[in-house]
């Protein structure tokens, strides 16, 4: 079992930053992600880290301006989110699989979930 708990959320003005923050608990997890969903769309991968050996993967629309990132005993993974712009608001979800991304950076990868965080960026 695995428990994740999401903070840093918040609203702020485009082109400003946020870091989210995802204390993970339980079973050593193989991957953890960040995912997002805007009312009305369907929930998206933003990033994703493999715990073992930190490589890391992005979706194009976030490229150079996010970084996943976690600590050193791997117990918290941290999304930097810069030049943030209106379409990155959205609910911010954690997610952690115990056995690969056998079908990528997609939710039907993950098994665990956190409750998610709210991220409003304004024009």
């Known amino acids: 079992q695995v428990q994740l708990v999401e903070s840093g959320g918040g609203s702020v003005q485009a082109g400003g930053s946020l870091r989210l923050s995802c204390a993970v608990f339980g079973y050593t997890s193989s991957a953890i992600a960040w995912f997002r969903q805007a009312l009305g769309k369907e929930r998206e991968g933003v990033a994703a880290i493999y715990t073992d050996n930190d490589v890391t993967l992005y979706a194009d629309s976030v490229k150079g301006r996010f970084t996943i990132s976690q600590n050193n005993v791997k117990t918290v993974v941290y999304l930097q989110m810069n030049s943030l712009q209106p379409e990155d608001t959205a609910m911010y979800y954690c997610?952690?699989?115990?056995?690969?991304?056998?079908?990528?950076?997609?939710?039907?990868?993950?098994?665990?979930w956190g409750q998610g965080t709210q991220v409003t960026v304004s024009s």
């Open positions: 997610a952690a699989t115990t056995s690969g991304l056998s079908y990528g950076l997609t939710p039907r990868s993950f098994r665990y």
